[in-house]
T-cell receptor
């Protein structure tokens, strides 16, 4: 699996959009970008994933650059409950047992 | 709630003792994963099962660790002769295998082990 690079931490004001970047310059053509988050003392939670096109669901939007070497997770209106560690992971979907290889992630602090 | 369930949530033990954790996955999920997480780090993959077959084990899974999923439903993770370095959160996750779903893993809330 390709490696990803994320900033160690970010702050965001409550109610504002949180934009979390991820670099994955060695991503392969069949690798998806997945985002998970982990709220303190809980297990990781799936947020969203995508291959080439931008994706949106009820939790977030995922913007993938045209060359696929980087992506941004957008939480449109961050709340205090969005304070968590956010993990960007790239892997081939439905292969290698679907296992995830986590990095250190980005600690997002949403402040009032 | 029919999510992934882990027990016990917390375990404190003395060095050298054996401990066992149990994971009950989402009922229709045929894949089950174990991860370990230490403070400030992301979860590290330990092993996974498809039904009752253990298909991959990480190098992190030393001989003191053993995982089973005897009937393809719940799983146990046993640590023998615990060491202080085993202190961590042990996370279980489940998913559908290839051909079903998004490949999304559903995690339990973890079992925290403290070895004194």
């Amino acid at each position: 699996d390709a490696k990803t690079t994320q900033p160690p931490s970010m702050d965001c004001a409550e109610g504002r959009a949180a934009n979390l970047p991820c670099n994955h310059s060695t991503i392969s053509g069949n690798e998806y970008v997945y985002w998970y988050r982990q709220i303190h003392s809980q297990g990781p939670q799936y947020i969203i994933h995508g291959l080439k096109n931008n994706e949106t669901n009820e939790m977030a939007s995922l913007i993938i650059t045209e060359d696929r070497k980087s992506s941004t997770l957008i939480l449109p209106h961050a709340t205090l409950r969005d304070t968590a560690v956010y993990y960007c992971i790239v892997r081939v979907a439905n292969a290698d047992g679907n296992k995830l290889v986590f990095g250190a992630g980005t600690i997002l602090r949403v402040k009032s | 709630d029919t999510g992934v369930s882990q027990n016990p949530r917390h375990k404190i033990t003395k060095r050298g003792q054996n401990v066992t954790f149990r994971c009950d996955p989402i009922s229709e999920h045929n894949r089950l994963y174990w991860y370990r997480q230490t403070l400030g780090q992301g979860p590290e993959f330990l092993t996974y099962f498809q039904n009752e077959a253990q298909l991959e084990k990480s190098r992190l899974l030393s001989d003191r660790f053993s995982a089973e999923r005897p009937k393809g439903s719940f799983s146990t993770l046993e640590i023998q002769r615990t060491e202080q370095g085993d202190s961590a959160m042990y996370l279980c996750a489940s998913s559908l295998s290839a051909g079903g779903g998004t490949g999304e893993l559903f995690f339990g809330e973890g079992s925290r082990l403290t070895v004194l």
